[in-house]
């Protein structure tokens, strides 16, 4: 375990602005320590303006959080979600209230609609039940509906996590505070968010990560075509997640999204049974896939022509189409070591999107 400066540095380091989980794991990796990250940023971003977070304001929100009862998980301890570790985008830390220990066990995903029919937070709360009883944990991002119809009855039999799209102590919606402090004393509520922090729109698909990443599967009950049930399933797709819908009548709006996951190629389930009989059979057939953070990372002296031109031959070559990085290496005739650093400082800089199997594509 990383000495307590480490730990600092590297809550300075995620919260401070223009780094991102992919960036964080990478220098990271490279560097072996935050410390050296923190120490090399002026030069990691070309002379841009940074704007670090103060230590003051890093041990403020660490004695404010242990306060209220909880701690942080870093990336790397035993409490750290499982299946989210080998995740490229994994949060580099998370901040929870309530039972570490539910983190570490076998977990699914529950998702739908905000605006639920009674039958489907029937449904919701049915499957709940079962999976629990059959030894999984649920996990919910604790919205209105059918997330809180499965997470409330998880939580019964403590075995409920929520996912918050703002800080950990920011109840939203309000109108779930009850259940907020029963999930306190029985459940798991999880963020990677600063305290306090109150989640904007965009707040909220970047929460849909982590609760498909965490989970074996994601089940959706009940979603309109366009919502953030799809992007969870999406993530969940994305991630090698075993992905499960109910279907629901064709004249209900709410069911045309669950509907065409199963178009898609999604498990059609009705039951608990179902839904463990998915996820045997897709490990059956399809081993997780990994993600693999030691690849030929930037060196330590690099020379700032060299990367300026890989920046823009890269830029040149790449297209909506993702590619290898294998392939640039080739089709660029760069060095590995120059290709890794120039499609870093890109993605940092938001001109290049990368996807699973270090595969990237122009933005």
Partial sequence: MANQQEL???????????????????????YGSAIKVLENL?????????????????????????????????HGDDAYPPLLRNLPDAPPILSLRGNENLLKNDIIAMVGARNASVSGCKIAMQLAHDLTQLGYNVVTGFAR?????????????????????????????PQHHEF????????????????????????????????????KAVVVVEAAQKSGSLITAQYGEKYG?????LPGSPLDGRAQGANQLIKKGAFLVENAEDIIAAINQQNHVQEQETFD??????????????????????????SPTPSTIDDLIVHLQISPAII??????????????????NKFSSG
């Fill in 8 to 30: 600092i540095a590297r809550l300075r380091l995620f919260r401070s602005t223009n780094i991102g989980a992919v960036g964080f794991h990478q220098f990271i990796n490279h």
């Fill in 145 to 173: 509906g059918i997330d809180i119809a499965a997470h409330q009855t998880a939580l019964q039999q403590a075995r409920a996590i929520g996912v918050l799209a703002g800080g950990v102590n920011h109840i939203y919606p």
């Fill in 241 to 245: 997640r075993t992905i499960c819908a």
């Fill in 180 to 215: 907020y402090q029963q999930t306190l004393k029985y459940g798991a509520m999880i963020s990677e968010r600063p305290l306090d922090y109150h989640a904007n729109a965009s707040a909220f698909p970047r929460r849909n990560r982590i609760i498909a990443g965490m989970a």
């Fill in 293 to 318: 953070f030691s690849s030929d990372m930037m060196p330590l002296d690099f020379d700032d022509d060299a990367l300026e031109n890989a920046c823009d031959a890269i830029m040149n070559a790449l």
């Fill in 340 to 357: 890794n650093a120039a499609l870093l400082m890109l993605e940092l800089e938001g001109k290049v999107h990368r996807f699973p199997g």
């Fill in 42 to 74: 002026p030069k990691l971003y070309r002379g841009k303006k940074i704007e670090l977070i103060s230590d003051n304001k890093i041990n403020e929100e660490w004695q404010n959080l242990t306060k209220l009862g909880g701690k942080f998980i870093f």
